[in-house]
């Protein structure tokens, strides 16, 4: 038996009847082009929307969510998968009461885990499908591995981009990374982009043409439209200030972006056409390619 099916057969064993949770992964090409702060946003309008949310920090060596959030986290991932904690004990819970999970980076180092103990790792990940509608995964910049590795798994990916020139260079080196992956599924993995730090709707709206122009030409990727966050110096502020700007400012022009592009993803025919697999199922998708 290899190591995937003794995956499938541990979620399977530790399934019960529950609610799954919707795993939406955010990435960027580059850093410094918005991602985390549009997972945090959108994680806040979430909550707006009655959702229970959960961030995951996949960002591995990069604290961006907690410093954002003002708060420090007592336990990561690492604690759970080499410490013993349960999924509860890490979960450190921000403003709104969104959730949010340290990674810490210890994933790569799962190849010398044993069946039982991963095991208790995909056991206490499933519980998050209980504790939460929605799951972001903030990963990495960049085509490193470990970005790959949550993206492939993927089946909601949200791909942050800026008019820069090297934003949207990367942007593409990214999704021709993936395409190129070898168990990356296009059937399966739907990809949205948002435009960032635009002037207008018609700036966004021409970064995500040239983007897609060369996607179609080159890639034969299903590269859609989500929506733009506008420059505004209010976000800028409330970085400065680690508040998210939806909370500090409800009608700031990118807090009534965030809205918008919130208000999307939760469209019913939108979610009527998710098939989602749970968080246990995310996670073992990862560490299944990871030849343990």
């Not at 060369?214 to 200030?241: F, R």
């Amino acid at each position: 038996m290899d190591q995937a099916e003794k995956l499938r057969n541990i979620i399977k064993a530790a399934d019960v009847v529950r609610p799954l949770a919707r795993v939406i992964t955010v990435t960027s090409g580059k850093g410094g082009v918005g991602k985390s702060n549009t997972a945090i946003n959108l994680a806040i309008q979430f909550r707006k929307m009655d959702q229970k949310v959960i961030i995951l920090d996949a960002d591995f060596g990069l604290a961006n969510i907690e410093i954002m959030f003002g708060a420090v986290p007592k336990h990561n991932l690492c604690d759970l998968i080499y410490q013993g904690k349960n999924i509860k004990e890490i979960i450190t819970w921000g403003p709104m009461d969104v959730g949010f999970i340290s990674g810490g980076s210890g994933i790569a180092g799962m190849s010398n885990l044993s069946k039982e103990y991963l095991s208790y790792i995909i056991q206490n990940l499933a519980e998050l499908d209980a504790i939460a509608d929605v799951i972001i995964v903030d990963t990495g910049a960049g085509i490193a591995d470990a970005v790959l590795d949550f993206l492939v798994a993927s089946d909601e990916i949200l791909l942050v981009t800026t008019p820069e020139p090297t934003s949207i260079t990367d942007s593409y080196s990214l999704l021709k990374a993936l395409r190129r992956h070898e168990r990356f599924a296009p059937e399966v993995s739907k990809i949205k982009m948002i435009a960032n730090k635009v002037e207008n709707a018609e700036e966004g709206e021409a970064l995500f043409s040239k983007l897609k122009v060369v996607t179609d030409k080159y890639l034969k990727m299903n590269l859609t439209y989500l929506g733009e966050i506008p420059q505004d110096t209010q976000l800028a502020k409330s970085v400065m200030q680690q508040m998210p700007v939806s909370i500090q400012n409800p009608n700031a022009k990118s807090t009534k972006a965030y809205e918008n592009i919130a208000a999307k993803l939760m469209n019913k025919e939108v979610n009527q056409s998710l098939s989602k697999r749970g968080m246990a199922a995310f996670f073992s998708h990862i560490i299944s390619g990871r030849k343990l």
